[in-house]
């Protein structure tokens, strides 16, 4: 993939992504588009979000091509579980030196390429390009094409220079270079009329395996998992489903709608957080795909699990009735979880609409009623403030804000990518239950809010 | 004598090293009120801070300049200037600690002209320090990005002053954790002298809870003590990598230094104790002659898990030397050392070889060992090897009390060896089971 300016804006300007759906010029979200901010700025790059994309492919190997920094302080440690191969969790990068940052880096990155094969004999090669290796202007495409052909196993570029702007547009890189080079390319062994792909799934704590069973339960098979514990092979067939779900993410939108250029396949965007939002994508997957036999089965499903779900749910809903919480992600995660919040009687006082589209808002507004506020713009102090004038028990939002909620003494709960509780799905409901349960009853609130005893000021004796 | 070997390879797998930007930061987080800006794409800050939340489980005050391509192209002083005028905005830091990155370096942006620049556009900066340290990622690892932001510190902020004649200066170097910076304060402290310690993570990221929350650091060293650095009598150097920012303050005020390489074995202690005493003119504490004989007593019940153990270790060059030589004194052999940069130390260090490399190379060098030692990553290595593993160095993900972890001192050094000898002691059990 070659990454020109009008690649880039192609991808910032994303037709099939709401927030560039103008509104007689008015109401266009700009996130996509907007600049990060010297001294404001808070997110991941783009190479950030191209690896977010893609390194659940646990069978392949991913390679930083640029200085130790990208790969040295991000190796290892995203959330994504596989069910087999390991491979996606080590850490290649070319570490490149001067020299290279004189001389070039092709040759090394080249070497390296050839070493990553014989040693690891990966399914896959995916090469990441970083700022630097931009800036020096090594060839990626060029390489990779010419490994490939040497090693004889697929080397696919991904152009994420982090300084080309933010996670969500390194994210649609990542899926740019699998519809270039990964999608299409295989063919798989058999194919049924009920085969589907997941798309921006990462299965980040384990919440695919919530999900798959129940696909299994009523005959769904997925083809491709782009990307949560997914395989190269798989990945390669994913041309032939017949559906693409899209989950929780405006991310990878290009590749359902491309798909659905090249090849005919419909999308339709889900969530998996939430009674009413599970429910709703069994059925929509059943409408899409299915005929009455298959409606029935999701049916049956959704009744015995819900039965279920009530009775596990029932001792954490009389301890969570009335709770009050304040959310803050991204995305449609910001109306996912708050209809998740609702299932177990908490209210949802606040709740940010930063990355938010227009529809996703129309949503959160419907979902929170007339008193909730939607905060435009957050940080810190803000967040606190709201916190504060919402009388609100409880922060949740994502890891970077862990430490803005505990050290004003307020109960937190990680909802993004760092997190290591699976709340997807009906199982996950009953864990995000009990996870939420146990942040806002541990008896430690009483005592670290509590004054030593010598600091509490006892009434003056003349009174 | 060691040798040292640099394995021939094109792709680092699962590096050790972790980048100079992230050394600076940490350096920096031990000042008060101060702020660390990376002049870099935002994705350097990112990744940085989140390897720093982590691992000490705190708020991480760190920001960038927000490099975009076309910044990189037409230069970053604009993004420079912009970035430290919202953050006295917004933060009102009390200083601002630049650094570079692999993107800015490679550009090659002339960071004292754009400073001078800004300075001159902006005299309502007047009063606002900000330290300055050149931190490519293509060279170098954290220790090296630590080391040279102490260094820049001592060059730019202290002022020439009058002796006083119970104030010393400690440096304190990358292997030290907030909870050896306290136990070290608490020593030199026994000994009645003031010591100023930069930077001083125990006052920063040693977990505390306190008040109104807050967008710079809320301890550290302060701008006042650094100022009076001039003033000290004497500098202890902790950790080879501070050598350079002792020489600066030896240079500029003719102060004199030594420095201590470790302080986590019996003699270490000794001789940094006997050197308090000789500053200070105060005998040893009967708190530490006691703490002493406690250790004494601690390698006498411990030694029996130590003898002849075969250990291998993945640290940065100061942790390396002052952890082999607190296995070497307690009988313990090094099976594989391997280590993320150079250092004038690794030649000297009584071992046969020590390879600057990543976990591949410690992976097989590490077979047959009783016992590894290193960062989170090497978890996944012990399991693959099945042996236990000993956390020490960064980041640590998957343990608790990072900031509070101590390792120096009579007291610090019973405690390891009790966490290592427990280690030994299970697998000793473990193996007489089957």
Not at chain 1, 293 to 307: D, H, N, T
Not at chain 2, 192 to 207: E, F, Q
Request: aromatic share 6%; charged share 20%.
């Amino acid at each position: 993939m070659k990454l020109t300016q009008g690649k880039i804006n192609e991808l910032l300007s994303e037709s099939a992504c709401e927030h560039n759906h103008k509104k007689d010029g008015k109401g266009k979200n700009k996130s996509c588009t907007q600049v990060a901010q010297p001294g404001a700025a808070q997110g991941g790059c783009a190479f950030d979000g191209a690896m977010i994309a893609l390194v659940p492919i646990t069978d392949a190997a991913h390679l930083v091509h640029g200085p130790i920094a990208c790969a040295g302080n991000s190796w290892g440690s995203r959330g994504s579980l596989s069910s087999g191969p390991m491979l996606y969790k080590m850490g290649f990068t070319t570490d490149l030196t001067e020299n290279e940052i004189i001389f070039g880096g092709e040759k090394k990155l080249y070497k390296a390429i050839l070493e990553i094969k014989e040693r690891y004999n990966p399914a896959a090669i995916f090469v990441y390009s970083t700022c630097v290796t931009a800036l020096i202007g090594d060839d990626l495409n060029a390489v990779c094409q010419k490994a490939a052909e040497k090693t004889g196993v697929p080397v696919v570029p991904v152009n994420s220079p982090g300084f080309i702007g933010s996670k969500n547009l390194g994210n649609r890189v990542g899926g740019e270079a699998l519809l270039e080079y990964v999608v299409g390319t295989r063919e798989p062994e058999l194919t049924t009329p009920y085969d589907i792909n997941l798309i921006g799934e990462y299965n980040i704590a384990g919440e695919l395996w919530n999900v798959l069973p129940l696909f299994q339960k009523i005959g769904i098979r997925v083809l491709g998992q782009i990307t949560g514990d997914g395989r190269y092979q798989d990945i390669a067939c994913a041309h032939r489903a017949k559906l693409n779900v899209m989950i929780c993410s405006k991310a990878l939108i290009n590749m359902a709608r491309k798909m659905e250029e090249s090849y005919g396949i419909p999308y339709i965007e889900e969530s998996f957080y939430g009674v009413e939002d599970m429910n709703r994508c069994l059925r929509n997957i059943a409408a899409k795909i299915g005929d009455s036999v298959l409606q029935g089965r999701v049916e049956q499903l959704i009744a015995s699990e819900m039965e279920k779900l009530n009775e596990a749910l029932l001792p954490y809903r009389k301890r969570l009735k009335g709770k009050r919480v304040v959310l803050y992600t991204g995305g449609v995660k910001s109306w996912s979880i708050i209809s998740a919040a609702k299932d177990l009687g908490i209210e949802v006082c606040a709740t940010s609409t930063k990355k938010s589209t227009e529809e996703d808002k129309a949503r959160i507004k419907e979902l929170l009623g007339k008193d909730g506020i939607m905060l435009e713009k957050g940080n810190a102090q803000e967040l606190l403030r709201v916190i504060a004038q919402t009388k609100a028990d409880m922060l949740i939002a994502g890891g970077r804000n862990q430490y803005t909620a505990l050290k004003a003494r307020i109960p937190f709960l990680d909802i993004n990518q760092e997190r290591h509780h699976p709340y997807a799905g009906y199982e996950g409901l009953v864990e995000l239950a009990r996870e939420l349960d146990e942040a806002l009853h541990s008896p430690v609130w009483q005592q670290i809010r509590k004054p030593a005893p010598w600091e509490i000021e006892l009434p003056s004796v003349e009174d | 004598m060691a040798t040292i070997t640099t394995p021939r390879k094109s792709v680092a797998v699962n590096p050790l090293k972790q980048s100079q930007p992230l050394g600076a930061a940490l350096a920096f987080l031990g000042l008060k009120g101060v702020m660390p800006l990376f002049h870099g794409s935002q994705g350097c800050t990112a990744f940085a801070k989140v390897m720093l939340v982590r691992h000490f489980r705190e708020a991480i005050p760190l920001s960038t300049t927000a490099m975009t391509e076309v910044s990189t192209i037409l230069g970053g002083e604009d993004n420079v200037e912009q970035a430290i005028l919202t953050l006295v905005e917004k933060s009102k830091p009390s200083m601002i600690g630049l650094c570079t990155t692999g993107l800015t370096e490679t550009r090659g942006d002339d960071m004292t002209g754009i400073l001078q620049t800004i300075r001159k556009r902006h005299p309502e900066l007047h009063d606002l320090p900000i330290v300055f340290a050149s931190t490519p990622d293509f060279k170098g690892a954290l220790q090296d990005g630590f080391a040279a932001t102490v260094t820049s510190i001592m060059k730019e902020l202290p002022r020439a002053g009058e002796t006083r004649c119970n104030q010393i200066t400690l440096l304190i170097g990358s292997a030290f954790a907030p909870g050896d910076v306290q136990e070290i304060k608490e020593i030199v402290a026994a000994f009645g002298l003031h010591a100023i310690a930069v930077p001083d993570l125990s006052l920063s990221l040693d977990g505390h809870l306190d008040g109104d929350y807050n967008t710079v650091t809320t301890g550290g060293t302060t701008l006042a003590e650094l100022r009076e650095i001039g003033s000290s009598v004497y500098t202890l150097a902790l950790g080879e990598s501070m050598r350079a920012a002792a020489e600066t303050l030896e240079a500029q005020f003719g102060i004199p230094y030594e420095v201590f390489t470790s302080l986590s074995n019996l003699d270490a202690v000794d001789s940094f104790l006997e050197g308090l005493a000789d500053l200070s003119g105060l005998p040893v504490p009967d708190k530490y002659r006691h703490q002493r004989s406690q250790l004494q007593d601690a390698m006498l019940d411990t030694h029996f898990f130590f003898g002849r153990k075969q250990v291998s270790l993945a640290l940065e060059p100061d942790l390396l030397w002052s952890t082999v030589h607190f296995l070497q004194s307690m009988g313990a052999e090094i099976r594989a050392a391997v280590t993320t940069t150079k250092s004038p130390l690794l030649e000297q260090l009584p071992v046969e070889t020590i390879t600057i490399g990543d976990l591949e190379d410690f992976e097989q060098l590490a077979i047959g060992s009783d016992l590894l030692i290193g960062n989170s990553h090497l978890a996944a290595i012990a399991r693959r090897l099945h042996l236990p593993l000993y956390r020490l160095g960064f980041p640590i993900f998957d343990r608790l009390g990072n900031g509070q972890r101590c390792t120096v001192g009579y007291r610090g050094v019973m405690q390891l060896l009790f966490d290592l000898g427990n280690l030994f002691l299970e697998q000793e059990e473990a193996q007489t089971r089957h």
